[in-house]
């Protein structure tokens, strides 16, 4: 990274603004942090029209329709990697709330805003800031966030959450830490093991709350909202706002559009979780597009494990074979995100624990 880059990297960060910042000072073309490289412009993969697995949690109470879930989560996870939840037993007004909820947060006074603002992911369990790989990265992505960890005792104090969004938040995060506890019951289910299987192996107690804004984006065929990655954690539930068209999903080498469905949430495979089933399930690359409409907000729940005390993870004995032998290397949740979040930007994580 040239020293000029670098500067304009550093003076974006120190307004502690974010990128709603940029577009509240009204700018027309976007800073030369958030362009990506010609060759990657150019080398952009087509776009298909198929449509992410949608899995129906209605008849779950019914031996035989919980099969039929059971069958088509196991399809989606291991062919996907994403899949879309309808009759999740999360309330409508829980997620309309959240939302707002997040979007007030966003759009307060940049002065209130700026108390929050922090890189520091070790000590500030609630914090602002927009771009958590602006160093590491080569180019900028158009969002802001705002991070809400509960990953060591996956809890927090109601007092530690921004007044603004504290009601909405407490009522989501309840919603879902119940339907992660489920999701979590059927994918082992849907792995042939017992139904607390995961979920004995402490695999929803850690959890970060992400909270993205995407504003307007006045180029946005010359940057992302989001770069393609994949998640370090088992599980991943997103809310969505219904704005649509942003959130892609990679499949077969094409990009597929995850447009969102009304009550709906979306759910993905993550990293751990594909080694925990030795590559059955499947953690998939992911992105969000930047668009001219905005903002767009979303909400990432993502279920981390135990990271304290540390926990031994790695392949289930019960999925290894002769015919199907140990993939990966045993690894903490902590070394794991610490390596996650110090690689380059375009590797993989599960590349650095594949044996």
């Avoid at 899949?83 to 939302?99: A, D, R």
């Avoid at 015919?323 to 610490?338: G, I, S």
């Amino acid at each position: 990274m040239n020293d000029d880059l670098l500067n304009e990297k550093k003076a974006f960060d120190d307004s502690k603004a974010g990128v709603k910042g940029l577009v509240d000072a009204g700018i027309v073309d976007i800073p030369r942090i958030f362009i990506r490289p010609p060759d990657e412009l150019e080398q952009e993969l087509s776009r298909c029209r198929l449509q992410v697995p949608v899995v129906d949690l209605s008849g779950i109470k019914n031996q035989d329709e919980r099969k039929k879930i059971v069958d088509a989560i196991k399809e989606a996870s291991e062919k996907w990697g994403f899949f879309q939840l309808i009759n999740h037993e999360v309330p409508s007004s829980v997620m309309e709330g959240m939302i707002d909820g997040i979007r007030k947060f966003h759009e307060q006074d940049v002065e209130l805003k700026k108390e929050y603002y922090s890189r520091d992911r070790g000590i500030r369990r609630v914090r602002f800031e927009s771009n958590i790989h602006l160093y590491q990265s080569h180019t900028a992505n158009w969002r802001d966030t705002l991070y809400i960890s509960m990953l060591i005792t996956g809890h927090i104090e109601p007092e530690e959450i921004p007044a603004i969004c504290r009601k909405e938040v407490i009522d989501y995060t309840d919603h879902v830490k119940k339907l992660g506890d489920t999701l979590l019951d059927l994918l082992s289910e849907a792995l042939g093991l017992n139904t607390d299987y995961l979920k004995s192996m402490e695999c929803a107690k850690g959890k970060t709350l992400v909270c993205h804004y995407y504003p307007a984006c006045p180029q946005p065929e010359l940057t992302l909202g989001t770069d393609k990655h994949t998640d370090p954690d088992f599980l991943t539930i997103l809310l969505q706002d219904q704005s649509g068209g942003a959130l892609q999903v990679m499949h077969n080498n094409q990009w597929v559009d995850v447009e969102p469905i009304e009550r709906g949430l979306v759910v993905n495979i993550g990293d751990f979780l594909q080694i925990l089933s030795n590559d059955k399930f499947v953690s998939v690359n992911h992105r969000v597009l930047a668009k001219k409409v905005g903002p767009r907000i979303s909400l990432a729940c993502f279920f981390h494990g135990s990271y304290e005390p540390p926990k031994i993870y790695g392949p289930i004995k019960e999925l290894i074979s002769e015919e199907n032998p140990q993939l990966y290397q045993e690894f903490l949740v902590r070394d794991y995100m610490a390596k996650f979040f110090s690689r380059p930007v375009n590797m993989s994580g599960l590349d650095l624990f594949r044996l």
